[in-house]
């Protein structure tokens, strides 16, 4: 991912969520078949559309079990052959050996799901994904750690405070900056999640700390944060991945490099 997300403006991240209203919308039945017709159809169409970032959310594909993870597979190569940047949505999460693992599965050149960027989930330490922020800075690969999320019932917990008095969302950001900051190959290609319809001082961050720590922000779009605001809402930060998904899929396999051509303008206006 290094040197392959401009600075500047935000960029469009297209979410390729494939639920069962998004296939029907393509005209695909929601089985194995009608998932591996969907990424046929879908790779061209996001060529064409000149999006430059793509979001695959890994469940979608999981849930149709080893074929669902062979479109997958063959997603991610076609995508990533075309010179996308592709950030593969799994959000792992782990220790020890097993993080190692998903590092590999996920973050080594030549590997069946390669991507270039991986969702991880922090919930036992950012320290503890040293496995897989070290594969991905050796690889020149990036991570994305859950840091504040739009869904309420996570509240709670990451507006909770530490022992050291800075809630654990903030922690969260905090502790990847400090690892980033002794690991100088990983500046501007580890970052974090946060969500686009929440506020930042809500949960006690301030991004205006991190300038340069990349942000995959979802919730734009169908869960109704305005693509126009992507800025103002990430003043001080680049690069920063808006992330649309239902607001562009939902509108067939017809409309759909429209749809994008129409979210990238909102965005830039």
Known sequence: MKNRLPEGSPLLCVGIDPH????????????????????SAIVPLIVESGCAVVKPQVAFFERHGLAGMRALAVLLQDLRSHGLV????????????????YAEAWLTPGSDFEVDALTVVPYQ??????????????????????????????????????????????????????????????????????????????????MAKYPGMPILAPGFGH???????????????????????RSVLLSGEADFVEAVSVSESELSS
């Open 125 to 206: 330490g950012v320290a503890a994904l040293k496995p897989v922020l070290s594969l991905a800075a050796e690889n020149s690969k990036g991570v994305f750690v859950l840091s504040a999320t739009s869904n309420p019932e996570a509240r709670d917990t990451q507006r909770a405070m530490r022992s050291d008095g800075v809630t654990v969302a903030s922690g969260v950001v905090h502790d990847l900056a400090g690892w980033v900051a002794e690991n100088p190959s990983a500046v501007s290609t580890h970052g974090v999640v946060l969500g686009a319809t929440l506020s930042c001082a809500d949960f006690g961050i301030d």
């Open 86 to 101: 592709v950030v593969g949505d799994a959000k792992r999460g782990d220790i020890g050996s097993t993080m190692e693992g």
């Open 20 to 39: 069962r209203a998004v296939l029907e919308a393509w005209g695909c039945p929601d089985s194995a078949e009608g998932l591996a017709q969907f990424v």
């Open 223 to 245: 869960q109704g944060a305005a693509l126009s605001s992507a800025k103002a809402l990430f003043p001080a930060t680049s690069p920063v991945l808006a992330v649309v998904a």
